[in-house]
């Protein structure tokens, strides 16, 4: 056997010593011993050094607490203000499964059309976690935990604190349209192997395989017939494919359903998921599975790599995507008039005032920054796209 393919072998090996030991020492995951590199998808850290070492430190300023939370009291309802106790409990019962100390705010965004739950990503203040559409009545109690453990896990591991150097979320945006550059493959796989650590950890929040399954096919759209163990199977058969192919999974920054359902399936009968949690048959080595799931969610390795996007912040036109991304489809016509004349016209200092009050009046502080540089940046072409965006934002809010 070469010497280099022995190395690594036993340098994976220490690493499974290690993560064996983490999980290990606090006996359950409640203990405040539970350490997220325990489970953390070995990919991940092969990524962080690549790209750090290459590109050394490209992390933006994180948005704190304050800011995410006026935003979004702009587009949803804080829970606690309806006294909702179901709300309340799966959150408590969150914390002890995972020994989180932090306060979570809840957030409940009426999207009809989509269900989903986002979070941020900051280190100071309670961890506000956001509810798209009618998830919390539609996922049972175990899959509500598996979720807010997924959000809280994004904390646990992938917090400013735990990213050091480069932020692949910051450079997989920073690279996301119009180019397919090597450095955005590597953070894309980054992307989506950080989905698996926190899938895992949203795992050990609730211990209910079929509850995690279950909320992965309703949050897809399959609220029907759901059958956790066929599910489950069909994941094995067409990730296990992937693999006989030489082919990746084909989601960008998130794997698709069955592929997380299988690395979910893999993760459960794992060495240090029963370490940690005294259940499943810990058959499998972590460190054999975060082998396999590179295989699947790994970077593209035909990806040309054609540098990086000249000095300076992302582009405008992806911030002001963003920045629409979270105006409700029942906008009142008056922000729309607001924030197109913001768009069209040389604001004079006395229209800027005028500007200042009606957007502080829907309490979106960043649009008016936003939108005031687009005036400046964006060419007449994308400028066109977003004016239609406005005529349809005004027509919808008219037709109320």
């Known amino acids: 056997m070469p010497w280099k393919r022995v190395r690594v072998g036993v340098l994976d090996g220490c690493r499974h010593i290690e993560r064996l030991a983490l999980a290990w020492c606090g ?12 489970v953390r998808l070995g990919l991940e850290r092969e990524l962080m050094q690549r790209l750090t070492r290459e590109l050394g430190d490209l992390s933006p300023a994180t948005r704190d607490y304050e800011e995410v939370r006026r935003e979004w ?6 829970l606690s203000a309806r006294a909702d106790e179901r709300a309340q409990r799966l959150v408590r019962e969150t914390r002890e499964s995972l020994g989180v100390s932090r306060n979570i705010e809840l957030f409940q965004e009426a999207r009809p059309a989509h269900i989903n739950a986002a979070t941020h990503r900051a280190d100071e203040g309670p961890i506000l976690i956001k509810l798209d559409g009618d998830l919390l009545a539609r996922i049972d109690d175990a899959g509500m935990v598996a979720i807010l453990g997924h959000e809280v896990g994004h904390h646990l591991a992938h917090g400013p604190s735990s990213i050091g150097g480069v932020d692949p979320f910051f450079l ?3 690279l996301a349209r119009g180019r397919r550059a090597g450095y955005r493959e590597l953070a894309s796989a980054y992307c989506r192997a950080a989905e698996l650590t926190a899938d ?4 050990l929040a609730c211990r209910n395989l079929e509850a995690a399954i279950r909320t992965e096919s309703v949050i897809r759209g399959n609220a029907e017939h759901i059958d956790p163990s066929a599910l489950l199977e069909a994941g094995r058969v067409y990730s296990e494919g992937l693999r006989t192919r030489r082919r990746r999974c084909v989601g960008d920054s998130h794997p698709e359903v069955a592929v997380r359902i299988y690395a979910m399936g893999l993760f459960a009968e794992s060495d240090v ?5 005294g259940v499943g048959s810990g058959t499998r080595s972590l460190v054999d599975i975060d082998r396999m799931l590179a295989d699947i969610v790994g970077p593209d390795l035909s990806a040309e790599d054609m540098g990086l996007p000249p000095e300076g912040d992302p582009r405008l036109l992806d911030r002001a995507r963003d ?13 729309v008039a607001a924030l197109r004349r913001v768009l069209r016209e040389i604001v004079t200092p006395t229209d800027h005032e005028d500007l200042s009050l009606e957007l502080a009046e829907l309490e979106r502080d960043p649009l008016e920054d936003a939108f005031l540089a687009l005036e400046c940046e964006v060419d007449q072409r994308e400028r066109a796209l977003l004016e239609q965006r406005f005529v349809d934002l005004e027509r919808a809010a008219r037709s109320e």
């Open 73 to 78: 009291l702009c587009v949803s309802e804080p």
């Open 172 to 174: 997989f945006w920073r």
């Open 27 to 38: 006996v359950t995951i409640g203990s405040a011993f539970f350490d997220p590199d325990s």
């Open 323 to 335: 920045a629409l991304a979270g105006i409700r489809e029942d906008v009142p016509v008056k922000a």
């Open 200 to 203: 895992r950890i949203g795992l």
């Open 273 to 277: 998921y029963r370490a940690i949690t």
